[in-house]
């Protein structure tokens, strides 16, 4: 399973996630992906990322994905022009 849009990674990965389908969800990274939950420790191919991944498989946690339409134009408030 794949996403058509990077929009829609954030819902596709909870949906996967909460049904507990390890194969789906692992199988949205490239094969050669690299992943780090804590900064320290890294996951490297689809193996090594399942891995990872299994205690969290293995709690009750459920997910919920919020998305944010982005804008081009943003401006970041702390760059905001002031007096125009």
Request: glycine letters at 4%; proline letters at 7%.
């Amino acid at each position: 399973m794949g996403v058509k849009s990077p929009a829609d990674i954030s819902a596709t990965f909870a949906k996967l996630f909460n049904a507990r389908d390890k194969t789906a969800l692992v199988s949205l990274y490239e094969q050669n992906a690299m992943l780090t939950i804590d900064g320290a420790e890294v996951a490297r191919g689809h193996a090594a990322i399942a891995a990872m991944m299994a205690p969290m498989f293995e709690s009750p946690l459920k997910l919920a994905a919020r998305a944010a339409p982005a804008t081009r134009a943003a401006t970041p408030p702390s760059c905001a022009r002031i007096g125009r």
